[in-house]
Nanobody, 124 residues
């Protein structure tokens, strides 16, 4: 059974930083590209960042480039999202997701597995 468990969310102020973690189990982690997606109240789920299963290629949505960094530790079956200079518009539930055999996946429907999400609230 595949499980993706996010942690690290919370309530912060504008300009603060947070580091999200996602621990994976039940899958060959090193064979999956991993992504972070988010969903704000009343909005559709959107792509935030992704990292390939090998060579560590990364992709970001434009609004987080230079502020967010995605990374992974295949030895720990964990993917991270370092979020700096947080803005109120970053407030959302952040989901970790996994996709097998694809790179550059930005559409939520293309991901195979999802975590339960972690809330990030940025107060101005």
């Amino acid at each position: 059974q595949v499980q993706l468990v996010e942690s690290g969310g919370g309530l912060v102020q504008t300009g603060d930083s947070l580091r999200l973690s996602c621990a994976a189990s039940g899958l060959t982690f090193s064979s999956y590209s991993m992504g972070w997606l988010r969903q704000a109240p009343g909005k559709e789920r959107e792509f935030v960042a992704a990292i390939s299963w090998s060579r560590g290629r990364t992709n970001y949505r434009n609004s987080v480039k230079g502020r967010f960094t995605i990374s992974r530790d295949n030895a720990k079956n964990t993917v991270y999202l370092q979020m700096n200079s947080l803005k109120s518009e970053d407030t959302a539930i952040y989901y970790c997701a996994a996709v097998f055999g694809k790179w550059g996946t930005v559409l939520p429907d293309e991901y195979d597995y999802w975590g339960q999400g972690t809330q990030v609230t940025v107060s101005s």
